[in-house]
């Protein structure tokens, strides 16, 4: 009983620390989205400048180094591999805010992308080896509460310190805390036996990328859900950058009033629906795989009459309000998609197929999906001014009309994919 009691104290301090990681990962990553008003008005860009900053720039190294870190962390210690990124993307971050032109910020951004491109998969990785099948979906769910407080932390954080102090001052700081950071988490976190829930080949030599791509491409469930996360995250993503200015031009918020709303919303709904899409998987999951697929189609489907409503809305009580709603349903296909993604494939692959499924909802939702909405921004504006915003990201919703189409395609495959 001691033992097993020990083993659930080192895997809950282990998943915490993981947590923090994942909650600097996207303090940084997100931090930019608040930061956007003071630095278009610093810099003078426009928001298609915004778009690629805050989308391509970070983008562009995280997706392509991706899938080689990844390679590494199938074959070597995964605690050090994040480790390492943790203080590459940390350290750049705070290089941000040194910039003086749009080319200074975008290098620095592509710098943070370097750095985070060695902290998810690797993470997922480890997760599956710290917790049993049956755990997984919850484990993954609570490790994507990063998601939700990090994105939070930095809006609210960005938008205090640029409204007290100066916007360069927000990267300095959410920069430096990770730095700090950083030891703290390889001296907590140890490498595992690779593969030890799984009765299933454990000790195996990782195998060539090519026999790893051979795999996937014999698994339609995985592309479905690949393609299904990408369109979702085209929306999503883009929402995270561009909500807070939506909110300071159509309702004439300040920037720490902004902050403080996307911040609260993010909190609230990112992790109850994180944790509901999570719960939901390992119940339903157990009795039926094509659960991990169809739980986020239905959640997909239901956010897009309160995304319109909320965008339409001129009260920004109601629009508040009913942005909750499909927040939380927008994070549920986290624990579900993931858990999945490491299950389709055996465990010495795990954290090259999870690089591989990020390499396409990255490239798609933060590469494309930011700019995007930027460039449409642009487009609309002669026409509706400071409401240009709320049409480009209404006209976005129809991505999660397609991504559940995709999830309700990959759930008819799930079972046959299946590694068991």
Known sequence: MDVQRDSIVNRGSVLFMLVVVYTFNFMDRQII???????????ALTDTQLGLMG??????????????????????????????????WSAMTAVCGLAQNFWQIFLARLGVGVGEAGGVAPAYSLISDYFPPQQRARALAVFSFGIPIGSALGIVLGGVIASRVDWRYAFFAVGLAGVIVAPLFKLMVAEPERGRFDHIARNDAPPPLSEIVRTLARKPSFWAMSLGAACSSMIGYGLFFW?????????????????????AMLLIGGIAGTWLGGSL??????????????????????????????????????????????????????????????????????????????????????GVGTVALGMLSDFLQVRFGDDSLRYAILSGTGFYVLAAILYLLGAKRLDTDWES
């Open 33 to 43: 989205g608040i930061l956007a008003v003071p630095i278009k008005a610093d810099l």
């Open 55 to 88: 989308g391509l720039a970070f983008a562009l190294f995280y997706t392509a180094l991706g899938i080689p870190i990844a390679m590494l962390a199938d074959r070597s210690n995964r605690s050090w591999i994040i480790t390492i990124a943790l203080v590459v």
């Open 243 to 263: 909500l807070p200015s939506f909110f300071v031009r159509s309702y004439g918020l300040e920037l720490i009033d902004a902050s403080l709303l996307f911040g």
């Open 281 to 366: 998987a390992d119940r339903f999951g157990a009795v039926r795989r094509s659960a991990y697929a169809t739980i986020p189609a239905i959640a997909f489907i239901a956010t897009v009459p309160f995304y319109v409503f909320a965008v339409l809305s001129p009260s920004l009580t109601v629009t508040f309000l009913a942005f909750l709603v499909p927040t939380l349903l927008g994070f549920a296909w986290l624990g579900p998609v993931l858990s999945a993604i490491q299950h389709i494939v055996p465990p010495n692959m795990r954290a090259t197929a999870s690089a591989v499924f990020l390499f396409i909802i990255n490239l798609l939702g933060i």
